[in-house]
């Protein structure tokens, strides 16, 4: 299966959407913070990034999903700066860097380090908090597939999403991962300050599952096309685990993909919340997956842990 983007680099619909999503950033709408900052004159809005995508780091990831992984690795570049800033964020150096911690790069080099991902054997590219810098993504496009890029593109998001914005990446993006993490919007405004998230969520998920669909594995076991969901399960949280798996059952699809993730740890500045002070217990994550089944989730990610140990040790 041909990865979406060289389709629509052939058609001009590429050239088209990086020209329109560039527009966007003069009066920055991008996600749903609308700080309409002018990013092309150097005002920073809530994510913190001008008009050059930042990055912290990039290479082979051996720690995402199976189907992501196999036997070279996921082509994770992890953008710095984020538009939903979790105060218990797992990556909180990155999606609050200080000054001077990034790298910022052109269309030219962002478009180097896909390639340069695939000469290495990763089996995608996995654009990690890629909401803010959809224009710089974009653009970077051409270059890369200049240059040979050819395997799926995966947008791994936090599902803090402006329907607009998506609807750029239709016929582009060919994985959307968005992690579903809030059911209730007093969640989501005391720890991150987005008390809109949950149906901004919701919408993202029926958009993304709209343009791409259930999740299509190939014969090698890797992912080529599809939607899946990720849900980090939080302390206490049961109740909202509970209605989250419940609406991609029911609203997006019980064939829908989903990674129910057990690696919360106290992390970030929750000092102040001694609730979030906590890790996931084992009948915690038990529970959740009881709770998947009951609403019939049955595409489950499941950890092969044999891969993994391989992965670890591999010279
Ligand atoms: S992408 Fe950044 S500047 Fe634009 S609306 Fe979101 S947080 Fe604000």
């Known amino acids: 299966m041909d990865s979406l983007y060289l389709q629509a680099w052939k058609e001009g619909l590429l050239t088209a959407r990086i020209e329109e999503s560039r527009a966007l950033l003069a009066d920055c709408t991008l996600c749903p913070r609308r700080c309409g900052v002018d990013r092309l004159a150097g005002e920073l809005g809530v994510c913190q990034t001008g008009t050059l995508a930042e990055i912290a780091s990039y290479g082979p990831h051996f720690g995402e999903e199976s189907v992501l992984v196999g036997e070279h690795g996921s082509g994770t570049i992890f953008f710095c700066g984020c538009s939903l800033t979790c105060l218990f964020c797992q ?9 001077g911690s990034c ?21 995608n590219i996995n654009l990690v908090t890629p909401s803010h810098v959809i224009p710089q993504i974009l653009a970077s496009l051409p270059c890369a597939i200049d240059s040979g890029l050819t395997v799926p593109l995966v947008y791994n998001c936090s599902g803090y999403e402006e329907i607009e914005s998506l609807k750029l990446l239709e016929g582009i993006v060919d ?22 998230y949950p149906e901004k969520a919701r919408a993202a998920c029926i958009e993304m599952q709209r343009q791409v669909g259930d999740l299509k594995i190939n014969e090698e076991g890797l992912a080529e096309r599809g939607l899946m969901v990720r849900h980090l399960l939080m302390p206490h949280g ?6 989250i798996l419940r609406f991609l059952a029911e ?52 950890k092969d842990f044999g891969m993994l140990m391989r992965n670890l040790f591999r010279t």
Request: glycine share 4%; hydrophobic share 35%.
């Open 175 to 196: 994985i959307y991962m968005p992690d579903f993490k809030f059911w209730k919007g007093e969640s989501a405004k005391k720890y991150a300050h987005a008390a809109d």
């Open 251 to 302: 609203s997006i699809s019980r064939n829908c993909f989903v990674n129910i993730m057990d690696q919360y740890r106290p992390c970030g500045k929750i000092r102040d919340f001694p609730e979030l002070q906590e890790t996931i217990a084992p009948e915690d994550y038990q529970a959740a997956l009881d709770m998947a089944a009951e609403f019939g989730l049955n595409r489950l990610d499941v």
């Open 238 to 243: 049961q109740e909202q685990s509970r209605e």
């Open 103 to 123: 790298e910022a790069v052109d269309a030219a080099r962002l478009g180097n380090i896909m390639v340069e991902l695939q000469h290495q054997g990763c089996h």
């Open 91 to 99: 990556n909180y150096d990155i999606s609050h860097p200080v000054a």
